[in-house]
């Protein structure tokens, strides 16, 4: 591929991933709980590969085509979001820094945050009418191809800048238990939010 084609869909993707959301909050939230953010992370990472998948494979355009299983998608993307936001604003983390809870909550972390993202049909979406638009189908490369490629420059920002935001707000809050219980009933109460935007938006079209 190209690589000013690249650069410029990094340049979108880039906006996209610095823009807070659910993810973020669920970022900082596994940064104040746990020892390592890795496996949150990876959670995250997991859904956005998986929504870059089901666009690939043409899946997505059919989703979208379909009023009713689009609908049944952000509602229960936005219950998740809300029930997860439930719980960090009345169960708000503080740093913890002697133990990651356990060891085998390191699955459950990035089953969480594979929902978080990959549930999302927010992601779902924007990536269903961003990925196209920077493909060429007279390239040697298959559109297919293209899209997975874009994927993983997607992918990779959000990498970076979850990992920084988890490990930010750990090193910053970790001596501050106060300050960490209000950015982590912030984060919920945004999470919660932004389910509630999700759904009215897409009950109201």
């Not at 356990?102 to 927010?122: C, D, F, H, T, Y």
């Not at 189908?137 to 959000?158: D, E, F, K």
């Not at 920084?164 to 219980?181: E, F, K, N, W």
Request: charged share 10%.
């Amino acid at each position: 591929m190209p690589f000013g084609t690249v650069a410029a869909f990094w340049a979108v993707s880039f906006l996209f991933v610095l823009t807070p959301g659910a993810d973020w909050a669920y970022a900082i939230s596994a940064g104040l709980r746990h020892r390592t953010v890795f496996p949150a992370v990876a959670g995250l990472l997991s859904g956005h590969l998986l929504a870059t998948a089901v666009v690939a494979a043409g899946v997505g355009a059919l989703v979208a085509s379909s009023p009713m299983v689009l609908t049944v998608l952000t509602i229960v993307g936005c219950a998740y979001l809300v029930w997860l936001g439930l719980g960090m604003f009345r169960n708000p983390s503080v740093p913890h820094g002697s133990l990651d809870q356990v060891e085998g909550n390191w699955a459950r972390q990035a089953l969480k945050g594979a929902g978080i993202s990959g549930l999302n049909p927010k992601v779902f979406l924007l990536f269903l009418a961003l990925l196209p638009q920077f493909t060429d189908p007279n390239r040697s490369w298959p559109v297919a191809g293209q899209i997975v490629a874009l994927g993983l420059v997607h992918v990779a920002s959000c990498a970076v800048i979850y990992t920084g935001v988890g490990s930010g707000a750990r090193a910053v809050l970790r001596t501050r238990p106060t300050a960490a219980r209000t950015v982590t009933r912030i984060s919920g109460a945004a999470m919660m939010l932004i389910g509630v935007f999700l759904l009215v938006e897409r009950l109201l079209h």
